[in-house]
Antibody
Framework: EVQLLESGGGSVQPGGSLRLSCAAS????????MSWVRQAPGGGLQWVST????????FSADSVKGRFTISRDNSKSTLYLQLNSLRAADTAVYYC????????????WGQGTPVTVSS | DIQLTQSPSFLSASVGDRVTITCRAS??????LAWYQQEPGKAPKLLIY???ILQNGVPSRFSGSGSGTEFTLTISSLQPEDFATYYC?????????FGQGTKLEIK
């Protein structure tokens, strides 16, 4: 059974940093691209960032470029998202998602970890 | 970037009804479209990928169609567990935008 377990969320002041983790199990982690998606309170889904299976290629939404960094450790089956220079608008539940190989989709999702940016 | 517009944003229907949600892309995306269901307080769940392929385990009352710029998600006979919010998402380019969502409520 595929399991994705996010952690690392919490409350932080504007300008602060957090590192989110997503521990994966139940599938061959190193052959799947992975993504982060967020959802602000009462809002819709917003794609944040994606990393290729071997971690060579990454791409991110314009709203987080230069502030958030996606990475992965295939030896630990773990996905990360480093959040820097946080703003109130980054307040959201952050989900990690396993991507299918082909055709593309966000096949499995974790339960999410909340991030609150407030002074 | 490619934008997705869902309609309607809110839909009120009854158990047993047939409902259709539309997703329009700002430019052609072939069949690179997925649909997700999200119940309150839960993570999204993949329903359909490649515009029309039903994900394993998803009931056959769900179906998807379309290509290019116009797509539809149809639920043939609403069940109580189907009242949720539905999102489309494109996977055509390296910016995987979601539609704004359609909230399906019980009439």
């Amino acid at each position: 059974e595929v399991q994705l377990l996010e952690s690392g969320g919490g409350s932080v002041q504007p300008g602060g940093s957090l590192r989110l983790s997503c521990a994966a199990s139940g599938f061959t982690f190193n052959i799947h691209a992975m993504s982060w998606v967020r959802q602000a309170p009462g809002g819709g889904l917003q794609w944040v960032s994606t990393i290729s299976a071997r971690g060579v290629t990454t791409f991110s939404a314009d709203s987080v470029k230069g502030r958030f960094t996606i990475s992965r450790d295939n030896s630990k089956s773990t996905l990360y998202l480093q959040l820097n220079s946080l703003r109130a608008a980054d307040t959201a539940v952050y989900y990690c998602a396993k991507m299918s190989t082909s055709p593309l989709s966000f096949e499995h999702w974790g339960q999410g970890t909340p991030v609150t940016v407030s002074s | 970037d490619i934008q997705l517009t869902q309609s309607p944003s809110f839909l009120s229907a009854s158990v047993g009804d047939r409902v259709t949600i539309t997703c329009r892309a700002s430019q052609a995306i072939s069949s690179y479209l997925a649909w997700y269901q999200q119940e309150p307080g839960k993570a999204p769940k993949l329903l359909i990928y490649a515009a029309s392929i039903l994900q394993n385990g998803v009931p056959s009352r769900f179906s998807g169609s379309g290509s290019g710029t116009e797509f539809t998600l149809t639920i043939s006979s609403l069940q109580p567990e189907d009242f949720a919010t539905y999102y489309c998402q494109h996977l055509y380019s390296n910016v995987y935008t979601f539609g704004q969502g359609t909230k399906l409520e019980i009439k």
